[in-house]
C-alpha cells in the first residue's frame, strides 16, 4: 500500500487514493427523513461498503469462516 500522507512537491493521484479506499473500504450510512407536523411521510435509508473483496473478506464475518459446515 502506498503512503497517502500530503506532500506539497507530490500531486496526489486518482490511483492512489482508489487503492487507500479499496485497501482499508469505506462504509457509508445515511437516512433522509421527511416530515410533517411530526408525521413521517418518506423514510430513505442507504447502506453502502466500498471494498476490494479481498479487505470486504477480511472485515465482513461469513458463513462458514470459522470452519464449521
Do not use: E, K, N
Not at 8 to 25: H, I, M, N, Y
Request: with cysteine; aromatic share 2%.
Amino acid at each position: 500500500m502506498t503512503d497517502l500522507a500530503y506532500v506539497p512537491d507530490r500531486p496526489l493521484a486518482l490511483v492512489d487514493v482508489l487503492d487507500s479506499l479499496l485497501d482499508t473500504g469505506v462504509v457509508a450510512d445515511a437516512q433522509l427523513v421527511v416530515s410533517v407536523a411530526g408525521v413521517d411521510l418518506i423514510c430513505v435509508g442507504l447502506r453502502a461498503m466500498l471494498a476490494s473483496i479481498d479487505t470486504a473478506a477480511r472485515l465482513v464475518d461469513t458463513p462458514g469462516s470459522d470452519g464449521a459446515p
